[in-house]
Nanobody, 123 residues
Framework: QVQLVESGGGLVQAGGSLRLSCAAS????????MGWFRQAPGKEREFAAS????????VYADSVKGRFTISRDNAKNMVYLQMNGLEPEDTAVYYC????????????????WGQGTQVTVSS
């Protein structure tokens, strides 16, 4: 079975940085497009970033573009989300997800999900 485990969340002040990590197992990692989604209390889960199988292509939500960077290390079965210039509006549970399709923003096309890691940004 596919297992995705996020880590790196925590409490940070506005303007600060965090790096989230996602460790994947139970899949041929290099065959999967990876994505990060986030969900704040009372809000819908929303797309944040996606990266292609070899890492050559990336897609970002407008809300995080220029501040967040998604990357992957296929030798380690890891995907990362570097978050800079964090704002209180970034507070959410962040989820790692995998799909056999190419980079996309549609959460319904991602078939495997982690349990999430909490990111809280204080003002």
């Amino acid at each position: 079975q596919v297992q995705l485990v996020e880590s790196g969340g925590g409490l940070v002040q506005a303007g600060g940085s965090l790096r989230l990590s996602c460790a994947a197992s139970g899949l041929t990692f290099s065959a999967y497009t990876m994505g990060w989604f986030r969900q704040a209390p009372g809000k819908e889960r929303e797309f944040a970033a996606s990266i292609s199988r070899a890492g050559a292509n990336t897609v970002y939500a407008d809300s995080v573009k220029g501040r967040f960077t998604i990357s992957r290390d296929n030798a380690k079965n890891m995907v990362y989300l570097q978050m800079n210039g964090l704002e209180p509006e970034d507070t959410a549970v962040y989820y790692c997800a995998a799909t056999l399709l190419g980079t996309n923003r549609n959460l319904h096309l991602y078939g495997s999900w982690g349990q999430g890691t909490q990111v809280t940004v204080s003002s």
